[in-house]
């Protein structure tokens, strides 16, 4: 392994960490604030990753120029969506569990790949979407244990996600990252800031003190992804994404009081193993554009390099 490549693993590492703090700060706020609010207030601290997104020669408007309005308008309504449903999984459920759904992003990508991209999809990956199903029905059991508003947010966080990265995908490379990334921050805070003004609830300093964290964390972990992926390729960083878990199960015990039984831990090997596998035959079919991360944030798919396309089904 090089010196670029272990530098960029390195910095992955540190911005997924970045990443868990960031959702672990919105969890403290347990639920005081609405999840649209922190949602708001999340994406307007936020646009402090914005200087860092931008390359040299791209234009403030640029983040509201595309190449394609309609996917664009998409990535916008979907990034709002993602953003409250993100905040309200981790309101209500343990972290680890809000973060093995929110992985299901991989399976609902080649779902989303074949059906809008007509993508070739073989044997493997669409036996790493039922791996991944069957984790989720391990973790929720449904009929033997009481569903939450939580667990249906979680998973339409993923779906979110997921449609992110097809958008990515079918845009191409000519889109600029700051465009991408402006839809994001421009979607938050648009369909947010209208939909809390009806009940806006003013933060107190301790409540402030952890928004800050959220939005201004998951910055950062933006930026450093970005520069992750300068050192080292998209398939390479993908599954340094995980590492999320084992903070999650951290922070459960030691700041929240969360319990992690047997069968949830059965069911987060099986969502981790589908998508390592996804993200192992993506890496062989250098598949263009970003790997189908899934973290919480839908934005770290921006910073990922792009690689060249191949036509080989898996």
């Known amino acids: 392994m090089s010196d670029s490549t272990l530098k960029g ?37 936020g646009l402090c990753a914005l200087p860092f997104i931008r390359k040299r020669n791209d234009d403030w408007r640029d983040i509201v120029r595309t190449t394609n309005r309609p996917l664009w308008l998409l990535r916008f309504v979907t990034s709002g969506l993602g953003a409250i449903t993100s905040v309200t999984a981790f309101t209500h459920l343990s972290m680890a569990e809000a973060f093995a759904l929110i992985f299901l992003l991989p399976a609902f990508v080649t779902i989303m790949s074949v059906l809008f991209l007509k993508e070739q999809v073989g044997i493997k990956r669409w036996s790493a979407v039922i791996i991944g199903f069957a984790g989720v ?7 033997f244990r009481e569903l939450s508003t939580g667990h249906f947010a979680a998973i339409v966080a993923g779906l979110c996600g997921a449609i992110s990265i097809v958008i990515f995908r079918a845009m191409g490379p000519s889109e600029k990252n700051i465009s991408l990334y402006g839809a994001g921050l421009l979607g938050t805070l648009v369909i947010c800031g209208v939909a809390m003004t009806s009940s806006f609830t003013p933060p107190n300093a301790e409540q402030w003190m952890f928004l800050a964290g959220y939005g201004l964390l998951g910055a950062l972990a933006n930026v450093l992804i970005m520069y992750a992926a300068k050192y080292a390729p998209a398939a390479v960083i993908g599954p340094t994404q995980y590492s999320q878990m084992l ?56 910073a990922m390099t792009p690689e060249s396309n191949g036509e080989k089904a898996d």
Not at 252 to 258: A, H, P, R, S, V
Not at 263 to 275: E, H, P, R
Not at 287 to 296: D, E, G, K, R, Y
């Open 247 to 302: 903070w999650a199960i951290l922070f459960g015990y030691l700041i929240f009081g969360d319990h992690v039984d047997g069968w949830m831990l059965v069911g987060i090997a099986l969502i981790i193993g589908s998508g390592l596998i996804t993200l192992i035959r993506e890496r062989q079919r250098h598949v263009t554009l970003p790997t189908s991360i899934a973290a919480a944030d839908q934005n770290v798919a921006i």
């Open 137 to 143: 029905l391990v973790i929720l059991r449904p009929g």
């Open 9 to 45: 693993i390195l910095l992955a590492f540190a911005a997924f960490a970045a990443y868990a703090w960031s959702d672990a700060s919105v969890k403290l706020i347990e639920g005081q604030l609405s999840p649209i609010q922190s949602a708001f207030f999340g994406a307007l601290f």
